[in-house]
């Protein structure tokens, strides 16, 4: 069984400061994705990284796979209220075509005006 | 209009009922996924169908059953209710060919008591 920790578990910061949550596992995945939760809503989804060490940006957003592909990274610069959300990684294992994703536990972003 | 949409939106019911909770989507993917968020929120996959076809059978009891009468749509009955099935369930869909990014729908919330 894959599994995907998320840390911090909770992150409670004011506007305009900047934070990075982790996503670590010990299993290798073919791609992790990135994805984000408001209260009484489904997952969207930010991102999808697939190649070791790949860097994606999205805004004031930066992603990044870690090289051995066990890990990554999001970064937020500059949080806004907007940003406020559970922020869930996913890993796929595989060639997966039919997407079986394991999720981390999520880390939940408030940000204070 | 709703990529991904599931009906009811809330279901509150009593242990030892039979319930149903329906999915729909609209973006014309081949595959369909049910999903299980407890109360801290992490997010477990059930099922998984590819063009009606179940793919992906997650240890999940027997009470819970799918079925998928097109690929448009993917339903999930569950039978004799417990206590413990009180969770938000999500309806997802994905292209086979990028199965890793999936859209999700708004979620139904189900309580029993």
């Known amino acids: 069984t894959q599994l995907l920790e998320q840390s911090p578990q909770f992150l409670s910061i004011q506007e305009g400061e900047n934070l990075t949550v982790y996503c670590n596992s010990s299993s290798v995945f073919s791609s992790l994705q990135w994805y984000r939760q408001e209260p009484g809503e489904g997952p969207v989804l930010l991102v999808t990284?697939?190649?070791?060490?790949e860097v994606k940006k999205l805004k004031r957003l930066t992603f990044q796979f870690g090289d051995a592909r066990k890990d990554s990274s999001l970064h937020i610069t500059a949080a806004q209220p907007g940003d406020t959300g559970l922020y869930l990684c996913a890993g796929a294992v595989g060639g997966t075509s039919y997407g079986k994703l394991t999720f981390g536990q999520g880390t939940i972003l408030t940000v204070h005006p | 209009d709703t990529a991904v949409s599931q009906t009811p939106k809330y279901l509150v019911t009593q242990m030892g009922n039979d319930k149903s909770i329906k999915c729909e989507q609209n973006l014309g993917h081949d595959t369909m996924y049910w999903y299980k968020q407890d109360s801290k929120k992490f997010l477990k996959i059930m099922f998984s169908?590819?063009?009606?076809?179940?793919?992906i059978n997650e240890t999940v009891p027997n009470r819970f059953s799918p079925k998928s009468p097109d690929k448009a749509h993917l339903n999930l009955h569950i039978n004799s209710l417990e206590l413990g099935d009180s969770a938000v369930y999500f309806c997802?869909?994905?292209?086979?060919?990028?199965?890793?990014?999936?859209?999700f729908g708004p979620g139904t919330r189900l309580t029993v008591t």
């Open positions: 990284v697939v190649t070791g060490g």
């Open positions: 169908y590819n063009n009606k076809e179940l793919i």
């Open positions: 997802a869909s994905s292209q086979s060919t990028s199965g890793y990014e999936q859209y």
